[in-house]
């Protein structure tokens, strides 16, 4: 008898060792979850996945020097010490550079004024069931929108109730500006907070400005564009403030995955009676907007 009570608690013992170790296994896990996981995340199963770009580029080291050289030519003229510093840029001041980064330059010259910003914008959606990509497609349909273009289909395949929302606070001549929330609560775009710049083509209080869009030139006018990122538009304003030249700002925003790019050149005439050339500020612009996707795919 004392043989078979043994035998049968052995087992017994065995049975409970191996639900002790099961029971531990389970509760002990690999919280490999980055920063930008979405609140209320359980399973990777039921999370939509997250973006491409978990960072971004410095943005002031983005634009070539020789690009520099050819967009600033004021800067040339300059002694050596102020042109490394017009070369260099302002960096935007921003909340979180993993976020959203910019950078501006300026130059003079007896000929014209001319001025680059750069904005880089990197989506984060915090809604579990919406990808970053997802939210990242609205945030740049509502910047298409704003431009006063037709959203284009990669943009818009998200949803068109998203991408309108908040465009009728947008003007022409100034998409991407930054300055909007990405935040659980938050209304607007769901942008990260970035660079508070100042448009282009803002008019000082009381003065009056008068503003065209490059839409009677042909091939020149505001577009949608399909050779840069998966979607891109460009947009053209020739505005004049009170009795000053009349300046040009031409504006390219791309998507590339979930991050947004806004690439704005701006070029100012010494002479009141001349007018910059559109052509040559859009294939400026677009050049260096191209430049910008291949630094995104290395």
């Not at 967009?71 to 960096?91: C, I």
């Not at 935040?183 to 083509?201: C, E, K, W």
């Not at 791309?254 to 050339?277: C, G, K, M």
Request: proline fraction near 7%; hydrophobic fraction near 30%; glycine fraction near 10%.
């Amino acid at each position: 008898m004392q043989f078979k009570a043994r035998r049968a608690y052995v087992p017994g013992l065995a049975a409970l060792l191996v639900a002790a170790v099961a029971g531990c296994t389970a509760g002990s896990g690999d919280d490999g979850s980055a920063g930008d996981s979405k609140p209320g995340e359980t399973t990777s199963a039921t999370a939509a996945p997250p973006g491409k770009y978990r960072t971004l580029r410095e943005a002031c080291g983005s634009v070539p020097r020789s690009t520099l050289k050819d967009l600033m030519p004021g800067a040339t003229s300059l002694p050596e010490d102020q042109q490394e510093k017009a070369y260099q840029g302002t960096a935007a001041v921003t909340y979180d550079t993993d976020r959203r980064v910019g950078c501006s330059w300026k130059a003079d010259s007896p000929a014209a004024s001319n001025q680059l910003v750069i904005d880089f914008e990197r989506v984060v959606s915090y809604d579990p069931a919406v990808s970053d990509e997802t939210r990242a497609q609205e945030v740049y349909a509502t910047k298409e929108t704003g431009a006063h273009l037709a959203p284009s289909a990669s943009s818009s395949s998200s949803g068109s109730s998203s991408s309108s929302s908040g465009s009728a606070g947008s003007s022409s001549g100034t998409p991407g500006t930054p300055g909007a929330s990405d935040g659980p609560g938050a209304s607007g775009s769901g942008a990260a907070p970035g660079p508070q710049t100042v448009s282009p083509s803002a008019t000082p209080s009381g003065a009056p400005s008068a503003t065209e869009t490059a839409t009677g030139t042909e091939g020149l006018e505001p577009r949608v564009l399909d050779d840069l990122g998966d979607a891109a538009f460009l947009d053209d304003v020739l505005a004049r403030s009170g009795s000053a030249a009349q300046h040009r700002t031409v504006s390219v925003v791309f998507r590339t995955s979930n991050v947004i790019v806004t690439v704005r050149y701006t070029e100012q005439p010494a002479l009141s009676t001349e007018a910059p050339d559109s052509k040559e500020l859009q294939d400026k612009a677009r050049g260096l907007a191209r430049t910008l996707v291949d630094q995104l795919n290395e």
